[in-house]
């Protein structure tokens, strides 16, 4: 048997095990919804349509899946050389990634925003912010403490009790103190109460 023969034959079984086959296409619709796009292989003029992002057949949301942006190229792998079942292997250019658990969800956008199980309870905090609002609060309560004991000073032991003197006393004191918060939402990073 010659080296010819051996390696034809070896070939043709490993072909018999690798059954799939890809092509390259451009994406010209995406349903981010039913998770599918529209792909015109390349040098050809017949779309191919519903081509899946995921390479599962049923309805549930698990994995991860990317989303193709319209006009990007893609690597469709087909099963069986079953055009039916094409489904995207590698997109030139993603606008989202959806990562799904059993527990929860993570969403992350060409924008740089990011959900972690939605966006139902807004932005993360930031902890710089949070912490220079938090001891704002702490420097307004500390000037209100030091004003209200000054302001019991100078209504004096033995003054009508009309406060007038304590609430000026107090008004003085507390006239340059504010509360101002910065935003400390990051809305980069979103999140949500999840399923």
Same mark, same amino acid.
């Given at each position: ?21 890809? /092509? ?19 040098? =050809? ?26 006009? =990007? /190229? ?12 094409? /489904? ?62 000054? *302001? /019991? ?40 109460? *999840?399923?």
């Amino acid at each position: 048997m010659s080296a010819e023969t051996v390696n034809k034959a070896l070939r043709d079984k490993v072909k018999s095990w690798n059954p799939s086959i890809c /092509f390259i296409g451009t994406v010209t619709e995406v349903d981010e919804s039913n998770y599918t796009c529209d792909i015109i292989p390349l040098g =050809s003029t017949v779309e191919v349509f519903k081509v899946r992002l995921k390479p599962t057949i049923d309805g549930e949301k698990k994995g991860i899946i990317a989303i193709p942006a319209k006009d =990007s /190229f893609v690597i469709v792998g087909l099963l069986d050389k079953n055009i039916n079942s094409a /489904f995207v292997v590698w997109c030139s250019h993603i606008t989202k990634y959806y990562v799904f658990t059993e527990k929860g969800t993570f969403e992350m956008n060409d924008d740089g925003t990011m959900l972690l199980n939605g966006d139902d309870y807004a932005g993360l905090p930031k902890l710089h912010e949070l912490k220079d609002n938090l001891d704002a609060i702490k420097n307004y309560l500390t000037a209100e403490k030091s004003a209200i004991a000054a *302001g /019991f000073v100078a209504v004096g032991v033995g003054t009508a009790a009309n406060g007038a003197n304590g609430a000026n006393a107090f008004n003085n004191a507390m006239v340059s103190q504010t509360i101002t918060f910065k935003d400390m939402e990051n809305k980069k990073v979103k999140q949500g109460k *999840g399923a």
